[in-house]
């Protein structure tokens, strides 16, 4: 059994009433105050994305920071029979600009042997007027989000903050999901996988890869974690061009992809996860090493090629075909 190795309830609460700061500095220093025993580094940051904000004036006054609750309380059936409040040209809705943040820390030798911390930084800024004489919204949907509304500039409404998403120590994780749900079966077969190959050897998980981990309730009321894996960098892609490159050509297109990756087999690994079409690559490379002779993988990694090609897949598969060769190339 693996134990938690820190305290959720202070992580959470440093986190929270942290100021945000270039850089995240003022947040390092309290992650290493209350979690002493584990070194956080910067890993990965998702932006561009938004959720609804509330309603202010235009002096600043705020009115609300829900805007649906807002609407539905203030208005009740929204179309366009709805009345408009007198001061409703001073009536600015706002929205909440966001990025993911990640942070992580190793615990150990293994894939799965590091801490994952997953914070938003949540900025409120204005966005647009809530009303406008040219559009009368036939719904509260059209309310929320009126089509061709016209923004204004995005003017900071209070200070960013930050707000605790998660945290995982994913040596625990792995030992706790449910393998009988397909995603954690293939997640747990990605960590051996790596561990198996001589990427284990040249680079460390956590500084290439980071999880998304999913949690909800399912049909028998029972709370369920799933976990897969994304790369934080591109590789690039292999040009098919008329045809799949072999021998030469194609152990020279795989070491280009591994070195500006930094570490070998990852071709092998972004095919499992955000270039699914290169499972026909592993299929070359299987054929290349079992009936034309041309070796260039090491023996472990051809194993696991070997392995997959024998039972095949990758996450998000729909609309994948596998292959179909097995019988021919390992009878």
């Known amino acids: ?52 904000g509330g309603v202010v004036l235009r002096d600043g006054t705020r009115l609300t920071d829900n805007l649906r609750q807002w609407a539905e309380a203030e208005f009740g059936d929204i179309g366009p029979e709805m009345e408009l409040p007198d001061n409703w040209t001073e009536l600015l809705a706002t929205r909440i600009d966001g990025r993911s943040v990640y942070f992580v820390a190793p615990t150990g030798p293994r894939s799965w042997d590091f801490v994952q911390l997953e914070l938003e930084v949540l900025q409120e800024v204005i966005d647009r007027e809530l009303f406008s004489e040219d559009f009368i919204p036939g719904d509260i949907e059209e309310f929320l ?139 070359q490379v299987c054929r290349d090493h079992e009936v034309d002779n041309y070796a260039y993988l090491p023996e472990q990694d051809l194993a696991v090629v070997k392995d997959w090609y024998r039972d095949p897949y990758c996450f998000l598969s729909s609309g994948v075909r596998f292959p179909t060769m097995q019988k021919r190339l390992f009878s």
Not at 14 to 24: A, K, L, Y
Not at 29 to 48: I, K
Not at 159 to 174: C, E, K, P, S, V
């Open 145 to 283: 989000d009126p089509p061709g509304a016209q923004k204004l500039q995005p003017v900071p409404v209070g200070q960013a903050r930050y707000r605790f998403h998660g945290i995982y120590h994913i040596a625990q994780l792995f030992e706790e999901l449910d393998k009988n749900i397909a995603t954690n079966r293939r997640f747990a077969r990605f960590l051996t996988d790596w561990e198996n190959s001589s990427a284990a050897k040249t680079a460390r998980f956590c500084d290439n890869w980071l999880l998304r981990v999913f949690s909800y309730v399912d049909r028998f009321g029972e709370q369920k974690k799933e976990a897969a894996p994304f790369a934080l960098g591109e590789i690039g892609a292999i040009e098919l061009g008329n045809g799949v490159p072999s021998g030469l050509e194609l152990d020279q297109a795989i070491g280009a992809i591994d070195r500006k990756a930094g570490y070998p087999m990852a071709w092998f690994f972004h095919m499992l996860t955000h270039q699914k079409h290169l499972h026909i690559i592993a299929e």
């Open 1 to 52: 059994m693996v134990n938690s190795i820190y305290n959720l309830e202070a992580l959470r609460s440093v986190c929270e009433s942290c100021p945000v700061t270039s850089g995240h500095t003022e947040l390092y220093a309290e992650l290493n105050r209350v979690a002493q025993e584990l070194e956080f580094s910067f890993a990965f940051e998702r932006t561009g994305w938004h959720r609804d």
